[in-house]
């Protein structure tokens, strides 16, 4: 394992950083798109309630696969040229969305109703209580569970190479299909994997139990 | 229009169900050794027997975080190399169940975790012994807590059976690919069918679970 992690290293290398950028641009859209959505969802209009509502529910219930190969397939067809790497990042975007809309959403009913209250009857407009006074205090609840998501973020990302991506999936299989290593390119491929989620999950329970 | 009527043809639409069928026998089967074995091990981290224990977290939280596209390749690409052959239904399943159980380990342990420890102390202070107080009185709170996260794991789990589409395990998303393969004209209706049929199985499991839910009174 270790011989091949050596003499393939820049392969591998390349694959890291590829699966390490899908996942923070990933992250940084689904953080945005999500949060939306979970706005839509706790709307006082009940209209927007439905959108957020019928976003989430259909984008958990489909396979990351079927909407990255959407993405890949489908888009190049009727509007314009994707590459592998765009599309898995769109595909992983969305996905991720949907959960992290789910996350927020749970974040913000769990901070008191009274304190939008008090604050809208402080003479503060809807977006400027949220801002001021629930959105901060719902971060704290919401950290652990985006930190998961995060980490789901990253081992989703190997979606990409379904679509020549790039990523460290990819080249783990261009390694093995030349050198005919599997098991050892696999293991090797999983110990990198292992350094971007391991410290980070072990960081997100140390989290939970400190702030519980 | 007349795409998606040609699309739709019986022809097709058999092929389709009959992927859909793999699918959700494949997840049956991976739920089933998955809910068993993770919830061993679970009951097994949680009981901290020396080492032991310590071990089996380890290797769970080894397992929870690597891609479950890794260890299908792994069982289905890896293993031959070191003198296992197994087929793409074997590898599909081993790879489901190894990554599930872990998933559900983790699920079982925490929820376990989460029953108030006052709730222990009162039944083992009334006379229970240890195993008593655990069937009689911890278990019964800690499955109400467990069956949201394990619901929706096992979604997760249906929805990561298309990953193995790759090592050409006949499911709904492998036999879509070969229908569009043959027919540019078919790619949009078959992936509009991926998303309805997909959703149809995921969103009835999360409704039952819902029922369940209710039933429980939890």
Known sequence: ?212 | MANFIQAYSWLNIRYLLEGLWITVEISAVSIVFSFIIGGLLGLLRYVKIKYLSALVGFVIDIIRNLPLLLILFFTFFGLPNIGIKPDAIMAAILAMTVFESAMVAEIIRSGIQAVDPGQMEAARSNGMTYRQAMQHIILPQAIKKMIPPLVSQFVSLIKDTSLATIIMLPELMYHAQIIYGQNTNFVLPMFLALAVLYFIVCYALSWLSRILDRRMGA
């Open chain 1, 1 to 212: 394992m270790i011989s091949i992690l050596v003499n393939h290293w820049p392969e591998f290398w390349s694959g890291f950083l590829f699966t390490l950028g899908s996942s923070i641009l990933a992250l940084i859209g689904s953080l945005i798109v999500g949060t939306i959505f979970a706005l839509l969802e706790i709307s006082e209009h009940k209209w927007e309630r439905i959108v957020g509502r019928v976003y989430v529910e259909i984008f958990r219930n489909i396979p990351l696969l079927v909407i990255t190969m959407f993405f890949y397939v489908v888009i190049p067809m009727f509007i314009t040229n994707v590459n592998g790497f765009t599309a898995g990042t769109i595909g992983l975007t969305i996905y991720t969305s949907a959960f992290i809309a789910e996350t927020v959403r749970a974040g913000i009913e769990a901070v008191d109703p009274g304190q939008m209250e008090a604050a809208r009857s402080n003479g503060l407009t809807y977006l400027q209580a949220m801002t001021h006074i629930v959105f901060p205090q719902a971060i704290k609840i919401t950290i652990p569970p985006l930190g998961n998501q995060f980490i789901n973020l990253v081992k989703n990302s190997s979606v990409l190479a379904f679509v020549a991506g790039f990523d460290l999936m990819y080249q783990g299989n261009l390694i093995a299909s030349t050198t005919f290593d599997t098991s050892n390119t696999y293991l090797a491929v999983g110990l990198l994997y292992l350094i971007l989620t391991l410290p980070l999950s072990y960081f997100m329970r140390y989290l939970e139990k400190k702030w519980a």
